[in-house]
């Protein structure tokens, strides 16, 4: 069988602020077609490593490789006309615009006024949203946000997406719907998904990578990741 | 999608602002009528702050900048040229062209908002002091001297291609107008273009707007060049209405009363500055005729009210106002409906 090819990768990847090593020395693969959750205690530098990966932040050392392209330094503008999308811890939308503009923006930038415009309303009803498609975004419950945010990244239809905490805040009933919505992009995209929630981890994700401190400390199974003593020390032990 | 409000509130505006145009010289003074020129200038002025300040999240404190500098390169063109026609685009295009540079400099290197807004200031004071400076006839561009604290004659418009027939007053007023609702019409069809919208995405959220892969430098850039231009027009009328072009166009004053018209007309509103402007200048200009309050004083206390009362501007709180009145009728419509249509059940 033909070895999966590699889309991302990070080498020796760091981002220091001061005397803070947030992300220090990490070596990252991603395959096509994966999907990859990422863990670790708060302040394990998940977050940190996105924003190198999407150019919000220009790393201290090491590169990034984007399908064999090294794409270390470049603007996140460029990096997500590369065709990667991001959803933020931090919800990032535009709070004065309503549920459709927001969206809009995002299939505009890809597609001619017709096609925006269906692709649009398709997002709108794939993610839930017909009731609030014209309210301002800024007066939606935070699950609601979440939601159009996760919109805006695939009414881009990227190939590569990575999601910080997309489950954050939701319902029960929100948070399965937005693990059978991972499942569906990852029909078409790579992901990464980062979350604290071992329920929703379980319920999307094969490999899952901890980060501790930084670095990597593992890469396995949730069962084997469950299974480990140290892992569970340090992570899983915090938050039973 | 649908668009959330379309173009015909603009149209309206705008008839209403053709009609004011064909009243106005029948009923008011000549003397109103050669002001009103002026104050049109002051106007577009305040209409390409309210673009790039209310729509392009911008906060250009020396947007009178490039209003100065359409005003003097218009005067400086049409007294080489002899006429109004070829310096009326190349005063558009001074404006424009600095902004390109300045706003190059600003966007693509990272100024944040409030060193914009000093960067943007001190450009203008730059100007007020160096414009101050041009007395004496070694300071001249081609035939036109600048004249320092005095500055330079703006000739009058005249009939384009023939620059022997020039415009009277109310015909200059014809044309500040035209060129005040053609501007308007321009920016609220700019606002609701895909460039617009990306602008307006930007002032919201920039790193969702970078994320998206939009080049928010190239975006902000692009508006603010337009805002230029547009005060550059603005300076050209400004300038023609007084017949001449002082330092005083780059003052601190003139920068301060740029940004309180948008304040009081309303930040993400067109027409709301537009108006502010004329109710702000026909109030300090009676105000002017009487010595008992300060000019200055008055437009500051209008500024406090306004910032601690009405911080949305007047336009957008009146637009709120219409807005839950009709919620409200709505609502006691839909209560009247199922009481009418459930009489059995109801009180
Ligand atoms: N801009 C910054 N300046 C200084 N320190 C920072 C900055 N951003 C992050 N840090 C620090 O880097 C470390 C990693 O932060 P990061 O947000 O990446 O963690 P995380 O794994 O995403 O945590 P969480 O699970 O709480 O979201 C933390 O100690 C944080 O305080
Ligand atoms: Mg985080």
Known sequence: ?????????????????????????????????????????????????????????????????????????????????????IKTQVPNVFEGLTTEENIWISARRWHRPARARTL???????????????????????????????????????????LDEPAAGMTHEETVRTAELIQEINSTATLIVVEHDMQFIRMISRKVTLFHEGGILMEDTMEAISADARARQIYLGHRA | MRLPRDLR???????????????????????????????????????SLALVWGFGGILCFGQTAFFGLGAYAYAVAATNIGGSTGAIPIAILVAAAFAAVLGYFIFYGRVSDVYLAIITLTVALILYSLTRRTSGPEYKIGNALLGGFNGTTAPPLNIPGDPQAVLFPEHTFYVAMIALIAAYVFCSWLVRTHFGRVCIAIRENETRAELLAYDIRLYKLGIFMIGAALA????????????????????????????????VGGRGTLIGPVLATFALHYLTASLGTQSILNTNLVLGIVLIIFVLLVPKGVVPTLADLVELRRQRRIARLRERWLRARRPHTGR
């Open chain 2, 232 to 263: 550059g027009l603005g300076g050209v009328f400004f300038s023609v209405g007084v017949s001449r072009v002082t330092p005083d166009v780059f003052s601190l004053s003139q920068a301060a009363v740029a940004i309180i018209w948008v304040i």
């Open chain 2, 9 to 47: 509130g603009t149209l309206v505006i705008a008839a209403l602002g053709s009609g004011f145009m064909l009243v106005a010289p029948e009923v008011l003074a000549f003397f109103t009528i050669i002001t009103l020129s002026q104050v049109i200038g002051l106007a577009i002025l305040a209409l």
């Open chain 1, 120 to 162: 649009t309303a398709e997002t709108v009803e794939r993610l839930r949203l017909g009731d609030v498609r014209s309210d301002p975004v800024g007066q939606l419950a935070h699950g609601q946000r979440q939601w159009v945010e996760l919109g805006m990244v695939v009414a881009a239809e990227p190939w590569l997406v990575l």
């Open chain 1, 1 to 85: 069988m033909k070895q999966a090819e590699t889309v991302l990768e990070a080498r020796n990847l760091s981002m220091h602020f001061g005397g803070v090593r947030a992300v220090d020395g990490v070596d990252f693969t991603l395959s096509e077609n994966e999907l990859r959750c990422l863990i670790g205690p708060n302040g394990a530098g998940k977050s940190t490593f996105f924003k190198c990966l999407t150019g919000q932040l220009r790393p201290t050392a090491g590169e990034v490789l984007i399908r064999d392209v090294n794409v270390t330094g470049r603007e996140p503008h460029e990096i997500g006309a590369l065709g990667v999308g």
